[in-house]
């Protein structure tokens, strides 16, 4: 069926070591690098350590299937936008070095003063300004539906402009249902451009609440179990990638605790039911 990974946003200290032995370990096919030492990846500095992860992982049969740069897109002032764009270049540059074929980058937060179309249309410019140096180096940069992109509808949009066949979708599974998409409509507006997945459940603090506490996978209120069907459906076979993000959220379970948990919980989808 799919392949699973987790982020390790997960497990924000463990060493690269730890990381990659606790994978093959619970019984991950791979992991995907947001942090190095508990801190967000810089591409240029941290360049040689994340090649050094991808050839002990590889060696320990575990792949490093995705990097997570922190990139905004839809910065409105120029120069920063520009900025935005070469730190991308080098994203791409260690990926394929690295032999690691996708990279997400985000659209960004909204901005009050420039509409949505205005916004979209600096996160087009931007992917198709790197989307000729992505289809050449051989990488996927992904668009995340997260932050005033969450909504898939308008990722599809924008990845219907770029029309690059570098440039895809990333599912956050959280983020399009709290803007009330749901399964089918996720799927009509991504289709086959989604190439990787970030799966998690989470339940609203309060009925009509905005705020929604993180759970353990099937313990929630999103429909993690629909949307795999969608996927298996779609003959998608990539990465189902679980982020629980204990980064931002400390008072999350332990990885050794949620890890498993998680794994377990997506294995028994698989089952004949």
Not at 8 to 13: G, Q, R
Request: charged share 25%; proline share 5%; with cysteine.
């Amino acid at each position: 069926m799919f392949k699973y990974a987790f982020t390790n946003l997960s497990c924000p200290y463990w060493s690269i070591d730890e990381l990659i032995a606790a994978a093959s370990r619970i019984g991950y096919d791979g992991v995907e690098l947001r942090l190095l030492d508990g801190e967000a990846i810089d591409p240029r500095a941290d360049a040689e350590q994340v090649r050094q992860a991808a050839l002990r992982s590889r060696d320990a049969g575990i792949d490093l299937c995705a990097l997570d740069t922190s990139c905004k897109l839809n910065q409105y002032e120029p120069r920063e936008r520009t900025a935005q764009i070469d730190e991308l270049r080098r994203w791409i540059a260690l990926a394929q070095s690295t032999s690691v074929p996708l990279l997400r980058v985000f659209g960004g937060q909204g901005s009050p003063n420039y509409d949505d179309a205005t916004q979209d249309g600096f996160v087009v410019d931007a992917l198709r300004q790197i989307a000729p140096e992505a289809e050449a180096a051989g990488i996927s940069v992904m668009l995340e539906t997260h932050d005033a992109f969450s909504s898939a509808r308008r990722v599809g949009r924008i990845l219907d402009t770029v029309a690059s066949p570098s440039i895809g979708a990333l599912w956050d599974s959280h983020h399009p249902y709290r803007v009330r998409e749901d399964v089918d409509v996720v799927t009509a507006a991504l289709g086959t451009r989604i190439v990787h997945v970030h799966v998690k459940d989470a339940r609203r603090a309060a009925p009509d609440s905005e705020e929604w506490q993180l759970v353990p996978l099937g313990e929630g209120e999103l429909p993690v179990k629909a949307q795999l069907a969608a996927l298996n459906r779609m003959g998608y076979r990539g990465y189902v990638a679980v982020e629980w993000e204990k980064k931002w959220h400390p008072e999350l379970a332990e990885p050794e605790v949620a890890l498993p948990q998680h794994l377990t919980w997506l294995r028994s989808m698989e089952a004949p039911h």
